[in-house]
């Protein structure tokens, strides 16, 4: 299962690309990477691909508290570093089979090389690697999948992935996916956009997913619960990783 490539279908499949790693990236912090890698992740694991989460950065964690695993040893910044193994600094997500995760641990910024190189050795082990919490200019572009932007439905975020949007592929990027996440019942006007297919065309990538503002998400990501079974935002995040899947799944907007 591993050395298999993965497929990306958009839309109702029409368009089929090749996808193992996945750097989650955005214009503006706060717009929910972080959720969203960990439930797309999940999603995945349960639909029985091996996925790890890489979480790099200087030592700001989060993807721990979401999944409600418990602190670990090691981290990026020590494989890279040759303080240990990689094996060493991954644990198993005890909640959800065939879903690890490897805590960032960097006390220097981490430079794209290091990035690809690390990517290198950990994409055999692998069906799927969501990156989370790296910088988009220290992700070598051209070594990355896919980038899966995660924008807030309002002027500031969707104007800040626009321009990350176009660095992103003047730098090389093979491809760029949008989610749009916390979307209120009632969108707030977005300056230049009267709908979510203007939001497109400002950023310029494709759509794979719109996620729900939901305060029961916010509870269970701050607490490390699960998110319930049955729920809406449940659904959406497989319909998410069904489409990273290849498969033909529609848009669940509510
Ligand atoms: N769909 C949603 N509905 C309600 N709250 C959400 C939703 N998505 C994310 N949040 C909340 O928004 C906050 C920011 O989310 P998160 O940490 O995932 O963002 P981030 O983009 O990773 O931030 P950073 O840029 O700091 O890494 C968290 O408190 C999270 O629980
Ligand atoms: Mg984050």
Redesign the pocket.
């Known amino acids: 299962m591993c050395n298999r490539i993965c497929w990306l279908s958009i839309g109702k499949g029409r368009t089929i690309l090749p996808v193992k790693s996945i750097v989650?990236c955005?214009g503006?912090?706060?717009?929910?990477?972080?959720?969203?890698?960990a439930y797309i992740a999940e999603a995945l694991a349960r639909a029985g691909r091996k996925t790890l989460l890489l979480e790099l950065?200087q030592d700001?964690r989060?993807l721990d508290l979401?999944l409600g695993v418990s602190a670990t040893a090691f981290g990026t910044g020590d494989v890279l570093s040759g303080l240990c193994r990689w094996e060493e600094a991954v644990s198993p997500v005890e909640r959800t089979a065939g879903l690890f995760l490897m805590p960032p641990g960097c006390e220097t910024p981490i430079e794209a090389a290091e990035v690809e190189h690390l990517l290198h050795t950990l994409e055999p082990e692998f069906d799927f690697i969501l990156v989370?919490?790296a910088a988009f200019q220290s992700i070598p572009a051209k070594a990355v999948d896919l980038f899966l932007m995660?924008t807030t439905p309002d002027s500031l975020g969707v104007r800040a992935c626009a321009e990350v949007s176009r660095r992103l592929y003047a730098g090389g990027a093979k491809e760029i996916r949008l989610v749009i996440?916390?979307?209120p019942a009632r969108v707030p006007p977005i300056e230049g956009a009267e709908d979510f297919d203007d939001v497109l065309d400002i950023i310029g990538a494709q759509l794979v997913g719109i996620?729900?503002?939901?305060?029961k998400?916010?509870c269970c990501?701050?607490s490390g619960m699960p998110l319930d079974n049955g729920s809406l935002?449940l659904k959406v995040f497989e319909h998410i990783a069904g489409r990273l899947m290849g498969r033909r799944m529609p848009l669940l907007v509510r």
């Open positions: 989650m955005s503006k912090g706060g717009t929910g990477k972080s959720c969203a890698a950065g700001l989060s979401i989370d919490g995660v996440n916390d979307v996620i729900p503002q939901s305060p998400l916010r990501a701050n935002t």
